[in-house]
C-alpha cells in the first residue's frame, strides 16, 4: 500500500517543523512542491535529499497522471505548500480528492481502478489560523475560517456575514488591501473588536487588537506595519 502524506511546514520560523515531520520527508520517494525553490530553503536547512517536484493550483492533467502512476507503483509521497498545512487555502485538496475517488476500492469501487488502496496520512503542523487564534485573545470556542476573501464579486456579502457573526470569523489578507478591508470593517463591523496578526512566527511578528477605526489609524500612522502577511480576526 502506497502512502500519501499531507506535511505540515514552518509558516515564518524554520525552527516550528516537526521531528516527524523531517522524518517523514526524508523517508518518502518524492516531494510534491507548492515551489520547489521555497520549499528547497527547509529541505537544505535539515540536510533532507528527496527528490521533489512542483505541484500547484495550476499543474495540468498530465502531472496529476504522473502522481497516480508513482502511487501505483507502491511509492510515498509526500505533499507540501510553501508554508503552513497543505490544502487549508494552499493546493492539494483536489489532488487529494481525486487519489481517494481513484484508489479507495471499498468507498468507491465504480471509480477507482483495480489497485491497492493509497493511504492517505496527516503530519500536523503549524497553520497560520490556529496560531492567530491562540495569541489573539478574542474567543476561540468557535470560529469560522474564510480562507482569502474574494478580491471582488462576493467580497461585500462576506463583510455582511462577518457583521452579524456570532462567533469569531478569521481570514487571510495581502498587505496590498488591508486598508481597504479595514475600511471596510468600519463600514459594516464599526463596534466589533479586530485582531491583526502580521507576519506570525516571523522577526517582525505583532498582533494588535482594537477597533477596526483605531486599527486603520495606527496603520496608516505606521506604514512598516502595511507589510507582510496578514491574519484578521473579527470577534
Do not use: W
Not at 59 to 79: M, V
Not at 135 to 148: D, M, R, V
Amino acid at each position: 500500500m502506497s502512502k500519501f502524506y499531507v506535511v505540515a511546514t514552518p509558516i515564518g520560523n524554520m525552527g516550528d517543523i516537526t521531528f516527524r515531520a523531517i522524518e517523514t520527508l526524508k523517508e518518502v520517494d518524492l516531494i510534491l512542491c507548492e515551489d520547489t525553490r521555497q520549499t528547497k530553503k527547509i529541505l537544505q536547512k535539515y540536510n533532507i535529499n528527496t527528490p521533489t517536484m512542483s505541484y500547484h493550483t495550476q499543474s495540468k492533467l498530465a502531472k496529476t497522471d504522473k502522481i497516480f502512476e508513482l502511487l501505483k507503483d507502491g511509492k510515498n509521497l509526500a505533499l507540501v505548500s510553501d508554508a503552513g498545512t497543505p490544502t487549508i487555502s494552499d493546493p492539494g485538496a483536489m489532488l487529494i480528492s481525486q487519489i481517494k475517488d481513484k484508489f479507495n476500492l471499498s468507498t468507491n469501487p465504480a471509480i477507482a481502478e483495480n489497485v491497492d488502496e493509497v493511504q492517505v496520512i496527516p503530519i500536523p503542523g503549524p497553520s497560520a489560523v490556529i496560531t492567530a487564534l491562540s495569541a489573539s485573545g478574542l474567543p476561540t470556542h468557535e470560529f469560522t475560517f474564510l480562507g482569502f476573501l474574494p478580491h471582488k464579486k462576493g467580497r461585500e456579502t462576506l463583510f455582511k456575514e462577518i457583521a452579524v457573526a456570532e462567533r469569531t470569523m478569521v481570514f487571510y489578507e495581502s498587505p496590498h488591501r488591508i486598508l481597504k478591508t479595514l475600511e471596510s470593517l468600519i463600514k459594516f463591523c464599526p463596534n466589533k473588536k479586530v485582531c491583526i496578526a502580521r507576519e506570525i512566527t516571523k522577526i517582525y511578528e505583532e498582533f494588535k487588537t482594537g477597533s477596526a477605526e483605531e486599527l486603520l489609524e495606527y496603520i496608516t500612522k505606521n506604514p512598516i506595519h502595511q507589510k507582510g502577511e496578514f491574519t484578521l480576526l473579527v470577534s
